[in-house]
């Protein structure tokens, strides 16, 4: 039993963390392919930005979230998701939108968003610095431990407070997308110009509405990841280096431009990655007697070290590229 509570601490919980923010991040990422037609790689760097801007307003206000028991962080959360919207509605308008209006090719809006990661990463280093912060500024993390209900367990199922958090604003975040995106006539028209922009021009629709629209959803969705993942973990400038190609590869895999195949494919990654991390010996130990005496184990069974987690996601991007170009839920091609 030992061994099957470690399994859910370091498979089950890891990758169920690990999927929530590879799903928020990767859903941004979708919309906008699905709206602008272009991979947007500065869309890591928001969410680091959302984070910085969570940490600055939790070390400006540090006793705003003690009156009612919740980390300050998250109190400032909202407002950190207006400031990065705003961002990205700012570049947009800045960068992206002349581009669109002299006609230019995909594959230049995307080195153009290289341009944009380059210039948000050193903004981020400078105002932030080189090392890692705890956005837990006036209070401590909480651990639960829960212990399961049989005789003999002496590891208990370990859940942080951010995972607690992070597990029911996911949960939310995707049921009110798919409310937006099914019930109002906003996320109608951001459906018929994901399938169709000519025509949705031409029936009326306001194209440069659903573009900020747009920004603005994927850049909050990347201050709730940015900054629920900086709480569970820590803050560090170059977190979008670690974030960047598993939520391309979530997208990809759930299908460039469907919403939904993006929350699948966040999850698919994050349990990609705790599976492959995992010390598949541990849970032989039980049936190591059963064995043939010749039959003898190492010690680490893991199919990558930790350090080499991030090859991954690259693995699953270039199998899925290569199996299904269009993804679990049959996307856009690339």
Same mark, same amino acid.
């Given at each position: 039993?030992?061994?099957?509570? /470690? %399994? ?11 999927? $929530? ?11 906008? /392919?699905?709206? @602008? +037609? ?14 910085? @801007?969570?940490?600055?307003? $939790? ?13 300050? *962080? ?6 950190? @998701?207006?400031?990065?919207? &705003? #961002? *990205? ?18 594959? !230049? @809006?995307?080195?153009?968003? #290289? ?7 050193? #903004?981020? +280093? ?18 639960? +431990? ?21 597990? !029911? ?15 109002? +006539? ?7 110009? $994901? ?22 959803? *994927?850049?909050?969705?990347? *201050? ?16 979008? %280096? ?7 590869? &979530? ?15 966040? %999850? ?36 990558? $070290? ?29």
């Amino acid at each position: 039993m030992n061994e099957l509570v /470690f %399994f859910i601490n370091n498979v089950v919980v890891a990758g169920s963390v690990s999927g $929530s923010i590879y799903a928020i991040g990767a859903v941004g990422v979708t919309l906008i /392919f699905s709206i @602008m +037609r272009f991979a947007h790689f500065a869309h890591a760097d928001l969410m680091t930005f959302g984070a910085l @801007m969570a940490l600055l307003l $939790s070390t400006a206000f540090p006793a705003a979230g003690a009156s009612i028991g919740i980390p300050t *962080a998250l109190i400032m959360l909202p407002l950190a @998701m207006v400031l990065t919207a &705003a #961002l *990205a509605v700012g570049i947009d308008k800045v960068f992206y939108k002349p581009l669109r209006a002299h006609g230019v090719k995909p594959i !230049v @809006m995307v080195i153009g968003s #290289l341009g944009v990661t380059l210039i948000l990463q050193g #903004l981020i +280093r400078l105002f932030a610095g080189t090392s890692g912060q705890s956005l837990y500024v006036d209070d401590r993390k909480e651990i639960f +431990r829960l212990a399961l209900p049989f005789d003999g367990v002496r590891v208990p199922v370990v859940i942080t407070e951010p995972q607690l958090y992070l597990f !029911v604003i996911t949960l939310v975040a995707v049921i009110a997308l798919h409310l937006f995106l099914n019930r109002s +006539r906003l996320g109608k028209a951001m459906r018929a110009m $994901s399938d169709n922009p000519e025509l949705a021009q031409a029936s009326g629709i306001n194209t440069n509405l659903i573009v900020a629209v747009t920004w603005v959803i *994927a850049g909050g969705l990347a *201050a709730i990841a940015g900054t629920l993942l900086s709480l569970d973990v820590t803050f560090k400038p170059d977190l979008s %280096f670690f974030l960047l190609l598993p939520i391309f590869a &979530a997208a990809i895999v759930g299908g460039v431009g469907h919403p939904y195949g993006a929350i699948a494919g966040g %999850f698919v990654v994050g349990f990609a990655e705790s599976l492959a991390v995992f010390n598949w010996n541990i849970l032989l130990r039980p049936f190591r007697d059963s064995f043939p005496a010749w039959l003898e184990l190492p010690t680490d069974l893991a199919f990558v $070290s930790t350090e080499y987690k991030i090859v991954v996601p690259f693995f699953i991007l270039v199998a899925i590229l290569i199996w299904r170009p269009t993804g679990l839920f049959k996307g856009k091609v690339i």
